[in-house]
């Protein structure tokens, strides 16, 4: 009895630590020059693609600016990533938005992103919400 109760308890607690470590397979949506040229170590830097690498960077630019980036995989098409985004300095902080894709016809990820980033002293901040819409197609 005593080992029975002792297995159903392992198991609730390995079930509730898979639970919390398990994560959802997503296309990284880490994008811009600078942050490739560094492995996607993108958390200190601040430029137009902190929409998608670093929310808090958004709070650093200074001047409005949009940028666009298309990554083509010619061997595997299906793993193509696109991205745009646009960004602008108002009297508060900075706003961000930028559209992300990931895929082809049979499967694709698409991201719509919205953030702001302030810069108080030396400390960057920043608040984003993203729209995520997955897309696969069965074969029949």
């Known amino acids: 009895m005593q080992f029975q109760?002792?297995?159903?308890?392992?198991?609730?607690?390995?079930?509730?630590?898979?639970?919390k470590i398990a994560h959802a397979q997503s296309?990284?949506?880490l994008m811009g020059g600078r942050s490739g040229g560094m492995g996607n170590s993108s958390s200190?830097?601040?430029?137009?693609?902190?929409?998608?690498?670093?929310i808090?960077?958004?709070?650093?630019?200074s001047q409005p600016n949009s940028c666009?980036?298309?990554?083509?995989?010619?061997?595997?098409?299906?793993?193509?990533?696109?991205?745009?985004?646009?960004?602008?300095?108002?009297?508060?902080g900075v706003w961000g938005l930028g559209?992300?894709?990931?895929?082809?016809d049979v499967?694709?990820?698409?991201?719509?992103?919205?953030g702001f980033g302030n810069q108080i002293g030396n400390t960057s901040l920043g608040l984003k919400a993203n729209y995520i819409q997955y897309r696969a197609d069965v074969a029949n």
């Open 99 to 104: 559209i992300f894709r990931f895929g082809d």
């Open 68 to 92: 666009f980036a298309y990554e083509a995989h010619p061997a595997l098409v299906g793993a193509n990533r696109m991205a745009a985004s646009i960004s602008t300095p108002t009297k508060v």
């Open 44 to 54: 200190v830097i601040a430029d137009e693609w902190s929409i998608f690498n670093n």
């Open 27 to 29: 296309a990284s949506t």
């Open 56 to 61: 808090g960077g958004l709070g650093k630019i």
């Open 107 to 114: 499967y694709s990820e698409h991201v719509v992103s919205m």
């Open 5 to 19: 109760m002792n297995v159903k308890i392992y198991f609730r607690l390995i079930v509730l630590l898979g639970v």
